[in-house]
C-alpha cells in the first residue's frame, strides 16, 4: 500500500507542476494577471520548488527494504555518473540556457521596462547541440543514481514516466512557438538521450 501512496503523491505532484505551466492555464493567468505576468514564473518556480520537501519527506520516510547496495568498481561508478548528472544540469542551465528567465528573476528585472523586440531563435549551442532537453536527461540520470530501496523505484519509475511526458509535453509547446525551424531542430537533434536520434514528430 505504501508504493500505492508513493505513486499517487508522485503523480498529484507533476500533474500539478506540469498544468501550472501548461499553456491553457499561462494563457489564462496572463489575462487576469496582464503586465503582472512577469511574476508568475517565478511564482512557479517557488511553489514548485516548495512543494518538493513535503514530497520527498513523505517517501524517504517509508520504511522500505534495501535492494541495492553499491560496492566498487560500481560505488565509484554510481558517483561519476551523479557527478556528471550535476555537471550537467550547471553547464546547461548557467551556459546554454538563460538562468535568470529560468528561475523569473529576469522578467521582474525587466518589469517596468519596455518590451524588447528580440529575435527568439532556436538556441542550439553548446549541450543544446548534442540533446534538445539536457536539463531532463541529466535529472533522469541523477534519480536513478539515488536507487537504494524500492521506494526508490516506484519513485523514480513515475519521475522518469513525467520527465518522458513533460518532454513530449514541451516539444509541442516548441513546435508551436517556433514553427518550422523547430522541426528541424528536431530532426538534427535527439529530444533527450545524446547521440540517439529518436523522431517524435
Wanted: some cysteine.
Amino acid at each position: 500500500m505504501n508504493y500505492l501512496y508513493i505513486v499517487l503523491i508522485w503523480t498529484l505532484y507533476c500533474v500539478l507542476h506540469s498544468y501550472m505551466i501548461s499553456i491553457r492555464f499561462t494563457n489564462l493567468m496572463k489575462r487576469i494577471l496582464k503586465r503582472y505576468y512577469a511574476f508568475y514564473r517565478l511564482f512557479y518556480v517557488i511553489v514548485s520548488t516548495a512543494l518538493l520537501f513535503p514530497v520527498f519527506h513523505y517517501t524517504g520516510q517509508l520504511a522500505s527494504e534495501v535492494i541495492i547496495t553499491y560496492h566498487p568498481p560500481w560505488s565509484i561508478i554510481r558517483i561519476m555518473v551523479m557527478i556528471g548528472s550535476m555537471l550537467i544540469l550547471l553547464k546547461a542551465l548557467f551556459m546554454d540556457y538563460d538562468a535568470l528567465s529560468f528561475v523569473g528573476v529576469r522578467q521582474l528585472l525587466n518589469f517596468r521596462k519596455q518590451p524588447a523586440n528580440i529575435d527568439k531563435g532556436i538556441n542550439k549551442r553548446g549541450l543544446l547541440g548534442i540533446v534538445r532537453h539536457p536539463m531532463y536527461f541529466s535529472a533522469i540520470l541523477y534519480f536513478w543514481c539515488q536507487t537504494f530501496r524500492w521506494t526508490d523505484i516506484v519513485a523514480n519509475l513515475v519521475l522518469t514516466a513525467y520527465m518522458i511526458i513533460g518532454t513530449l509535453l514541451e516539444e509541442r509547446k516548441l513546435v508551436l512557438e517556433f514553427g518550422e525551424s523547430y522541426i528541424r531542430y528536431q530532426k538534427e537533434v535527439p529530444m533527450l538521450i545524446p547521440f540517439l536520434k529518436i523522431k517524435t514528430e
